[in-house]
């Protein structure tokens, strides 16, 4: 199974936690961190069934979306609306997706024979 979907699931695992109370408080942000945690996972869907740079811009985009829904969190416990405890659970998720997305978007160069 692709891991960074499988970690992309447990994000959203652990959002749908969240999000309820934080809509309560902040509707916006709650919709604009489950768009983003959505468009995390299913970028990088879509990624998996392309190829060269068009693979590479997806994956680049599902990162930027695991960034988006990291921030929206640091807001939120800014703003007062979830604890530092509650955003660090996600980002544990959220670090391993970025990571895999880093290296997936990043490749190295192939070796000259």
């Not at 749908?16 to 983003?36: F, S, T, W």
Request: with cysteine; aromatic share 4%; glycine share 4%.
């Amino acid at each position: 199974m692709f891991n960074c979907l499988e970690i992309s699931l447990e994000v959203i695992r652990l959002l749908r936690r969240l999000l309820p109370a934080l809509a309560r408080q902040d509707r916006d942000l709650a919709r604009q961190i489950r768009r983003a945690a959505n468009g995390m996972l299913l970028q990088a869907s879509e990624a998996r069934q392309r190829v060269g740079a068009d693979q590479l811009h997806l994956y680049r985009v599902a990162s930027g979306s695991a960034n988006e829904v990291s921030d929206a969190l640091r807001a939120a416990v800014a703003w007062g609306h979830l604890t530092e405890a509650q955003r660090a659970e996600v980002e544990v998720e959220l670090d391993k997706a970025r990571a895999i997305l880093w290296r997936l978007s990043h490749p190295k160069p192939k070796k000259a024979a």
